[in-house]
Structure formats: structure tokens, C-alpha cells
């Protein structure tokens, strides 16, 4: 592909609007607020600020940054997909077989919480699947960068540069099904 091809192909996927996921972080994940762009990868494409609009502006530059990046590295972009049309095939029921153990684990937990059992299981679910994706996505970028990434502590010398960590991950690795050992 020519340069001038390349450029214009850049530019379409820059062009594209992709929905844009944005919620505000719990104290124990550092506060503040996180922006995904799910159908690019809520994992590659996240970013966070101390307000919303710190967060979409993070994304923005972001994705500025990124997508010509994957391009050049041959990777193939979807085309924004409607989100709500997406959705739409699923019915937003789930039965699941639990022990009788976590059942009630879970009825004196929502009790203490004064909420219902399905929304606290729905609130675990989301939370510990957006912590095992995320947790999946970085262990797959240091395996890619290897030993050239620094350590993650504050005794790195001033001027080195360190990886970037997102807030929060300091939680177990969820296996999902799917998920390779």
C-alpha cells in the first residue's frame, strides 16, 4: 500500500465514531473516572482522569495514538458497530446452578448491603470480568514488550520511563471459560 493510500486509510479509522464506555472509578480503584472503547478493546483502548471529561480527553489522545499504530502493524479495525443492536440479542436473564454455600454467602452479603441478590451478583460479575480483562489485556502487552518495560515501584531513577498501571488491579486472576491456563 502506498503512502498516500495508508493516509487515507488512517484517517477513515480516525474518522470513525466508536461508542464510548465511560464510568466512575469506587475509592478502592483510585477514584476518578475510566473511558473504554469496548469494540476496540475495553483493554487497549482505556483511559482515566480525575473528571469525565479528563477521561474522554485521555481517550481521545489515546486513540489518536493508537489506531495508526495498529494499522501500520497490519492489524484489521471493525467498523463502529451499533451497540444497542448488538445488545438486542441477548435477553438479560441468567440462571446459573450455584452451591448452596455461595447462595447463601451471597443472601447475607445483599442483606448486609440492603440490595437484592441479583444485583449484587450482577455487580460482582461486572466487576470481576472488567478486572480479569483488563488483568488478561496487560499480561498480554508486558509478555509482548518483555524485559524492556521498567518495574512498577518508586525507587526507579528519576527520568526512567515506567509502564503505565491502571488503577485498581490489585485483585485475583478470574478465570473465565474460553481462558487459556
Known sequence: MNASASLER???????RYPVTIRELTPEEGGGYMATI????????????????EALEALEALRRHLIPKLLEDGEELPEPA???ETIEQYSGNLVLRI???????LASEAKRSACSINKLATELLSQSLERSVLLREMHRLLEEKGPQTAPLNSSSPKGTTQAARPKGLGVPKVSLPGDRA
Open 38 to 53: 469496548p469494540q476496540l478493546g475495553s483493554s487497549t483502548f482505556v483511559a482515566d482522569g480525575e473528571t469525565a471529561v
Open 10 to 16: 488512517t484517517q477513515y479509522y480516525l474518522d470513525l
Open 82 to 84: 451499533d451497540e444497542k
Open 99 to 105: 452451591p448452596k454455600r455461595l447462595h447463601a454467602r
